[in-house]
């Protein structure tokens, strides 16, 4: 199930980024387009080895970076960041609880765009930033903490399908039988 | 203490970054056209899906609706015959007054439709990418329009695919006009809300300039980028700077930039 867990994991990596790159509607109405990838790499930082959080981290942030106009490769850092430090901690967090699902969610996201523009900035780019900012970074914050609970249910529904069930034991045992005669 | 697979993976994705930020230029353009081309058959399936949509919109559109859009065009069409004719009256005499006093003769507009398909997906870039590339004779600083104004300018160029910045992005200034007044300023990257994708800033006007809410803007000309008289925009209001010693409005695009499905590439 690993490499499978891993190609659904990049799959849904290359799909967010399409969606983003081809889906208007968030920021027509909102102002800001949602960014999943913090979100999905809250879920793999809390199911996967840190071997899956780089793949996600170089390959998402490629992605990303490919088909906007940022520098390639500064997405990989703050994705790689999040999961390094989530993955550090993942024995504290409740991986279970939709809560904790949705705070980790909005964090990351949180940190994300602060972490990439900090980096962009120190590279001499010179992106679109005023007040209005605030508002497009709440709303990331804001999609990504929705997104971060429903992925999880996503990729739990992916794991029923494809993995192998845990086998159901009977209460019966055959030596606590009661042996009845025909009286 | 990191252990050792983190720290293995650890120091593998720092020297990826290290090893991407210091590529030169042309090579991570290659390298950003190379990974965006992997997106090439979802963009070509969204776009035939976009179309099949059309198709079945336009099956579903009653016979009567069609043979009154198709009469509504007719008219139309017969007005523009007139006003061509007008027109091509106006640039015979033109040519001819220009030939008179020895002027340059201004060359016709060529334009080549292109897709758009896809935006930036970042919030703090101004972007898209159109599906013609330098095979169809792109190259970086050709015009983008659409027949209602200026939409930006082509910023890189791949095979098959092309990037365009558009007006409000930091990264790129239009010399403007206001043909009522004659004034002239730059259009800068704008300072509203973001939910008003269509408005821009048009700065460096002067303290006592007369602009006033409702005047036209157009591009200049100057710079080479752009040919003079392409329609940007409307003024919507102007404010004092720099302690009434500079103006700036804020400028209403022509051009939705909300939503661009094709665009017009200005060729040389």
Redesign the interface.
């Known amino acids: 199930m690993n490499w499978l867990h891993t190609t659904f994991i990049l799959a849904a990596a290359?799909?967010a980024?399409?969606v983003?790159?081809?889906w208007?509607l968030p920021?027509?109405?909102?102002?800001?387009?949602i960014?999943v990838l913090p979100a999905l790499m809250v879920y793999t930082a809390l199911t996967n080895?840190?071997?899956v959080?780089?793949a996600l981290?170089?390959g998402g942030g490629?992605?990303?970076?490919?088909?906007?106009?940022?520098?390639?490769?500064i997405s990989?850092?703050p994705l790689?960041a999040i999961g390094?430090v989530i993955?550090g901690a993942r024995e504290l967090l409740l991986r279970e609880s939709r809560h904790a699902q949705f705070m980790l969610g909005a964090a990351a996201c949180a940190l994300q765009?602060l972490a990439?523009?900090f980096l962009?900035l120190n590279?001499g780019s010179?992106?679109?930033?005023?007040w209005?900012?605030l508002?497009?970074w709440l709303v990331?914050i804001v999609g990504g903490a929705l997104a971060t609970p429903l992925l999880f249910a996503m990729f739990d529904k992916l794991h029923q399908s494809f993995d192998y069930q845990p086998a159901t034991q009977s209460s019966f045992r055959p030596d606590r039988e009661i042996k009845r005669g025909r009286l | 203490m990191l252990k050792k697979p983190n720290l293995i993976v650890v120091i593998l994705v720092a020297l990826v970054v290290v090893v991407l930020f210091h590529l030169p230029g042309q090579t991570v353009g290659r390298f950003k056209l190379a990974i965006s081309g992997l997106f090439l058959p979802l963009f070509g399936l969204a776009g035939s899906s976009h179309e099949a949509t059309a198709q079945v919109r336009g099956a579903l559109v009653s016979r009567r609706q069609l043979v009154e859009e198709a009469e509504e065009l007719k008219r139309q069409n017969d007005q523009l015959q007139i006003r061509l004719q007008q027109e091509q009256a106006t640039e015979r005499e033109n040519a001819r007054l220009r030939a008179a006093f020895a002027w340059a003769h201004s060359t016709r507009w060529q334009l080549k439709l292109s897709r758009v398909i896809a935006r930036d997906p970042s919030n703090w870039w101004r972007a898209i990418q159109i599906d013609l590339g330098r095979r169809d004779g792109m190259r970086p600083n050709l015009p983008v329009l659409t027949s209602a104004g200026l939409v930006g300018k082509i910023s890189g160029v791949g095979e098959t695919r092309s990037q365009v910045v558009l007006l409000g992005d930091p990264s790129l200034r239009v010399a403007a006009k206001i043909p009522a007044s004659g004034e002239t300023g730059v259009i800068l990257s704008s300072s509203s809300a973001p939910q008003e994708n269509n408005m821009v800033d048009l700065g460096y006007l002067t303290g006592n300039s007369g602009v006033t809410p409702g005047q036209k803007v157009q591009t200049w000309g100057g710079g080479g980028v752009f040919p003079e008289g392409i329609p940007i925009g409307q003024i919507v209001d102007v404010r004092t700077t720099e302690y009434g010693l500079s103006k700036e409005a804020r400028v209403q695009l022509s051009a939705n930039l909300n939503s661009l499905d094709e665009v017009w590439v200005m060729m040389p």
Not at chain 1, 126 to 130: I, M, R
């Open positions: 290359y799909l980024v399409f983003e790159a081809s208007n920021r027509a109405i909102l102002g800001a387009q960014d080895d840190i071997w959080i780089a981290a170089i490629l992605c990303f970076d490919a088909v906007s106009a940022n520098p390639l490769g990989i850092l790689f390094f993955d765009p990439t523009l962009m590279l010179a992106p679109l930033l005023n209005h900012t508002w497009q990331m």
